[in-house]
């Protein structure tokens, strides 16, 4: 069975300096000494992410409906590359799905993505002969000591995702979720009971009601470079 690959980033980045998060949504960086402004996809608080002045490496985008004329794609923060856009993840197992190399689903081709489902959406809806598997991906970025945990922050969505995940193994179809580490640093992934509780009561009741869990770390490797490792790294729950 593969255990890692490697893939070329389709998009040309640039490098320079985080300087400070303005909001949920927007940063400001420094390029070649100018500062910009900066949309950075991710929600969660990156309390072990984010540091004045850490690289960090944008792409520029072309639309003049923008506040931003750059998105932040990764930093590196003490030697540590972390790939800060939460969307890439998704992006990224859509197309090892469709490709067939994600090992631990590779017969399945995704039939569906942002799927409405018992008042929630997921990810992915897959299929395969007939089979209906649902799966959703979450971002890891918090890493304290070599332990990746997930959610970063309170999360009301998440636990939805994982409810919703846990009716539809009820209802008889197959269920997973995918918790993609976005650096290289970590050895073990757990729920962070400490940030929310109530998820990870959920993920546990997930587990006993037959709903997978996959993990896989996503290693950004400047300029242009993702290294993918399956089954990385390993999840255990309180």
Known sequence: MMNSLTVKLSFKLLKGKFIKRLNRFMAEIE?????????LPNSGRMLTVLSPKCEAFVREEN???????YTMFAVRRENIPIIVDTRFANKLTKTLIDKGLFPPLRKYRVLKENVSRNNSRIDFLLGRN????????????YVINGVAMFPDAPTSRGRRHVE??????EEGF?????????????????PCYEIDLKFSELVAK????????????LI???????????SKPKFWHN
């Open 31 to 39: 390029l070649d000494g100018e500062k910009f402004l900066a949309h």
């Open 63 to 69: 639309s003049p409906n923008r506040k931003s004329k």
């Open 130 to 141: 007939g089979q209906r598997f649902y799966l959703e991906v979450k971002s890891v970025s």
């Open 164 to 169: 919703t995940l846990i009716k539809c193994v």
């Open 174 to 190: 197959d269920a997973g979720i995918l918790f993609t580490v976005q650096r290289p640093d970590a050895d073990k992934l757990r």
């Open 206 to 217: 997930a587990l006993e009601s037959g709903v997978k869990v996959f993990t896989q770390s």
């Open 220 to 230: 950004f490797e400047p300029i242009d470079t993702i290294k993918v490792i399956f």
